[in-house]
């Protein structure tokens, strides 16, 4: 409601009874717009991260879901590919183990409260080989 009172530049007034039965009165106004404006705004902070596991899930608009584990309630992250071709050209299949190094976005309000995240495909990650053990 306040982005489409600054759209037009109005000001709302609303009068109401409360419990009580006494008439209440408010009004958002520039000021109250403009905080509510400062409150919604985000900043992004992004980390590159490896996501492991097998995937559960392809979409040809370049998105797969890969599963970290085999629990029923493993975590699971959908990863979303910029150019749905470079997922094509990899030939995936489900149940396929992967290891994607992804950038992790997370838009965060002035309060730091997370109102997105996204995972963005950069690249393939290493694998990791276990160490020789020696007897």
Known sequence: MSR???RYALDLGVTWYDADGHMRRARLTERGRSYVRRLRETKDRDQVIIISGRITELRESGLVKVKTGTAKNAPAYDVRFEEPEEL?????????NVHFRVRFRQQ???MGIARSTEYTYLGPAAEQTS?????
């Open 131 to 135: 160490l020789p053990l020696e007897p």
């Open 4 to 6: 489409a009172l600054s």
């Open 108 to 110: 965060l309000d002035s």
């Open 88 to 96: 094509l050209r990899m030939r995936p299949g489900l149940g396929d």
